[in-house]
């Protein structure tokens, strides 16, 4: 069965190359960084065709690099949700890794999810039901990301709006959208903010914040590119800050840290990663679910206020 599902659902090596997504060129250490990502995505995606069970699929899982890990979880629950999505009698795979093994990845796991619903075309109101009240908006996240990376020519030259989100949904669609252009752009900090400038102003934070996240926990450049980022986000800084220690914080929960994320908190949340992530766990204290205003907006404003107050940057040797 698994090997019936790998070639209905498998998505082909080629999917992640610069060239067939008509990404922006960039230097070839940099290409192959991100290029990478994209495979090993694919590696955690096409293990979970092949076996949807929670902890046999974390056992193929693990044999992954600490540092890459992260996104092999992400690919997998995007297949585990479009399993549950298109074959419903067994509709808790995805549930079943987040109280298992996905735990640890819990931030990834929840933006993989929003990769099927972009790749179904499904409205998200219903699905969002089903995940967690607070960290069920990373499925939005995801779905964004897909829409940037798989369609840049339309939602990042062309603007476009998803049509089957409305709301405050667009809002964190515009986060994954940010984090998409990461691997759109090339990791390029020169063009990066002039395609975010090209955006309606009220689009920006979002997007910004998206970057943050991307650079972070995906990484690829130096410190002085790091700077040229920070100081080009003028504004929208606090959104970039905001981005970046939501990496830092899946990155400590899932216990693989990167030099690259140290870095990036250094400089754009004027930090530690260490202490970035704290800052992610100290805003959730006593979040409103009530309110008018999403919990997950909530969380996002308070770290963007925290880092507002523009500390001295940490510069990382």
Request: glycine share 10%; hydrophobic share 50%.
């Amino acid at each position: 069965m698994g090997r019936l599902r790998q070639r209905l659902f498998g998505i082909s090596l080629q999917e992640t190359r610069f060239a067939r997504r008509g990404f922006r060129a960039c230097r070839a250490e940099v290409q192959q960084r991100l290029e990478r990502v994209g495979e090993t995505f694919l590696d955690g995606y096409h293990a979970a065709l092949l076996d949807d069970e929670a902890w046999p699929l974390a056992g193929r899982l693990a044999a992954i690099d600490p540092a890459w890990r992260g996104f092999a979880f992400e690919g997998a629950a995007m297949a585990l949700t479009l399993l549950d999505e298109l074959l419903p009698r067994r509709r808790r795979r995805l549930a079943a890794f987040l109280e298992g093994p996905g735990a640890a990845h819990v931030y990834m796991v929840h933006v993989g999810a929003g990769w099927a619903l972009a790749r179904l075309r499904r409205r998200v109101a219903r699905p969002l039901r089903r995940l967690d009240p607070l960290l069920g908006w990373l499925a939005v996240d995801g779905y964004g990301f897909h829409e940037g990376y798989f369609h840049p020519a339309r939602f990042v030259r062309r603007q476009a709006l998803p049509r089957r989100l409305a709301g405050y949904a667009r809002r964190v669609f515009d986060q994954g959208l940010g984090r998409s252009l990461w691997f759109v752009d090339g990791a390029d900090v020169a063009q990066i903010p002039a395609t975010v400038a090209a955006f309606p102003q009220a689009r920006r934070a979002d997007l910004w914040s998206g970057v943050g996240l991307a650079c972070a926990y995906a990484g690829g450049v130096e410190q002085a590119a790091l700077e040229a980022l920070h100081e080009a986000a003028g504004a929208c800084r606090p959104s970039l800050a905001q981005g970046a220690a939501f990496a830092a914080q899946a990155r400590r929960r899932a216990g693989n840290p990167a030099p690259h994320t140290e870095a990036a908190c250094g400089v754009i949340c004027g930090t530690s990663a260490a202490e970035a992530a704290a800052q992610t766990e100290r805003a959730l204290h006593a979040l409103p679910f009530d309110g008018a205003v999403p919990a997950y907006e909530v969380w996002r404003r308070r770290l963007q206020a925290r880092f507002a107050l523009a500390p001295p940057l940490v510069l990382v040797s």
